[in-house]
């Protein structure tokens, strides 16, 4: 059973920082692209950043660039973002997912998107 679990929200004051972790098991992630989404109350869901398998071709939301950075473990079943210079518009919910893609382009379509996770919340106060 493939399994993606996020750990590393929590609340944080404006200017901190968080690092998210995600968790892939169940199969190899391999030839996965993988990718942090988030949803804020009463708005849909949004890519804020994703990666190629195997970590050359990154993506960033012009709403985090410069303060957020997307990496992946040596094992290619995790996922990293961390998230630097929070604002109170980066609370919300963030999902890890991955989609297949062999070769090394991120992948930007939500619908490509095979697994996910069941979020982490992330409030930033201010």
């Known amino acids: 059973q493939v399994q993606l679990v996020e750990s590393g929200g929590g609340l944080v004051q404006a200017g901190g920082s968080l690092r998210l972790s995600c968790a892939a098991s169940g199969r190899t992630f391999r030839n996965y692209a993988m990718a942090w989404f988030r949803q804020a109350p009463g708005k849909e869901r949004e890519l804020a950043s994703a990666i190629s398998w195997n970590g050359a071709s990154t993506y960033y939301a012009d709403s985090v660039k410069g303060r957020f950075t997307i990496s992946r473990g040596n094992a290619m079943n995790t996922v990293y973002l961390q998230m630097n210079s929070l604002k109170p518009e980066d609370t919300a919910v963030y999902y890890c997912?991955?989609?297949?893609?062999?070769?090394?382009?991120?992948?930007?379509?939500?619908?490509?998107?095979?697994?996910w996770g069941q979020g982490t919340q992330v409030t930033v106060s201010s």
């Open positions: 997912a991955a989609a297949k893609a062999p070769d090394t382009s991120v992948v930007l379509t939500t619908a490509e998107y095979e697994y």
